[in-house]
């Protein structure tokens, strides 16, 4: 198999992985990530296609305030997603949904904490990733504490589009989030059963 490389948003590189077979049903790991101070942005590409669905787990702290966590793939801009989300913060709660979103937000109503004592986490699966006959479905759970205050929010979102998924970009949601030096991503890929 062929190996893996992950570049932040600057263009600097995080090294190669090799890629190796997993029983039915396991998470495999394909590719791993660290924040490094300067970034907002960290993109798995290449994706190889021999799995059937893919996850990621994160736990991650930004350099401002408010800064959520999002996802979007294949590079894809365009106002072609969606998203349902149950929310809370410790005494009220919520739902919403959006559409003709530019990408997939997580943790938008509490944000990423912004000390290396406190962290955002989140897992991420990306289901059916391969699969050209229906919109690619995302489904997360996140939620952070910041010493007493915080929030978790449960959700999904649609890709409005077809292609098989080739690389998924979490990015902060402005440009001075950065994702500071404990922050940790991980992508696995999972076969059926």
């Not at 059916?128 to 995302?138: F, L, R």
Request: glycine fraction near 12%; hydrophobic fraction near 35%; aromatic fraction near 10%.
């Amino acid at each position: 198999m062929s190996p893996l490389l992950q570049t932040f948003a600057n263009g600097s590189a995080l090294g190669y992985r090799s890629l190796s077979a997993a029983a039915a049903g396991d998470y495999e790991s394909i590719a791993t990530a660290t924040g490094n101070g300067s970034a907002w942005e960290i993109t798995f590409s290449s994706i190889p296609s021999t799995y059937t669905h893919l996850q990621i787990r994160c736990i991650a702290n930004a350099s401002n305030t408010n800064t959520a966590m999002n996802m979007r793939i294949n590079g894809d801009t365009g106002s072609n997603y969606t998203r349902h989300r149950l929310i809370g913060n410790g005494s009220t709660a919520s739902a919403a949904g959006s559409t003709s979103l530019t990408q997939i937000p997580a943790l938008g109503n509490a944000g990423l904490p912004t000390t290396n004592s406190t962290y955002g986490v989140f897992v991420w699966d990306i289901l059916d990733y391969t699969n050209t006959n229906k919109y690619k479905t995302v489904r997360y759970l996140s939620g952070q504490d910041s010493n007493g205050s915080g929030g978790v929010d449960f959700g999904s979102g649609l890709w409005l589009n077809t292609n098989a998924i080739t690389s998924i970009t979490l990015k902060s949601n402005d440009s001075g989030g950065v994702y500071n030096t404990a922050s940790h991503f991980a992508l696995y890929g999972i076969k059926s059963a």
